[in-house]
């Protein structure tokens, strides 16, 4: 059963950094993309990049670019997503998805506050 499971999420300070990770579990995971998502009340999920064959695609928003890389760790199978510089804008619940599956992971709570 392809399952993913996010971890990482936490309260952090503006302009401090944390790392979100994505743990992936039945399917092969170093063949299939994988896609960060964030979320926040009453608004539509936002892509923000994903890890695929051709590489890491990030989206071209300055919201995102310069801040936010996405990297993987195959003996691990999981998929990272590093945040820098946060604010107040990257708090959201943050998802991983895998769309050859259709398997979203149950989410993570980002929180940036002083």
């Known amino acids: 059963q392809p399952q993913l499971v996010e971890s990482g999420g936490d309260l952090v300070q503006p302009g401090g950094s944390l790392r979100l990770s994505c743990a992936a579990s039945g399917f092969p995971f170093v063949d299939y993309d994988i896609m960060w998502y964030r979320q926040t009340p009453g608004k539509e999920r936002e892509w923000v990049g994903s890890?695929?064959?051709?590489?890491?695609?990030?989206k071209n928003v300055d919201s995102v670019k310069g801040r936010f890389t996405i990297s993987r760790d195959t003996a691990k199978n999981t998929v990272y997503l590093q945040i820098n510089s946060v604010n107040s804008e990257d708090t959201a619940v943050y998802y991983c998805y895998a769309p050859a599956w259709g398997v979203w992971g149950q989410g993570t709570q980002v929180t940036v506050s002083s």
């Open positions: 890890f695929t064959s051709r590489g890491v695609i990030l």
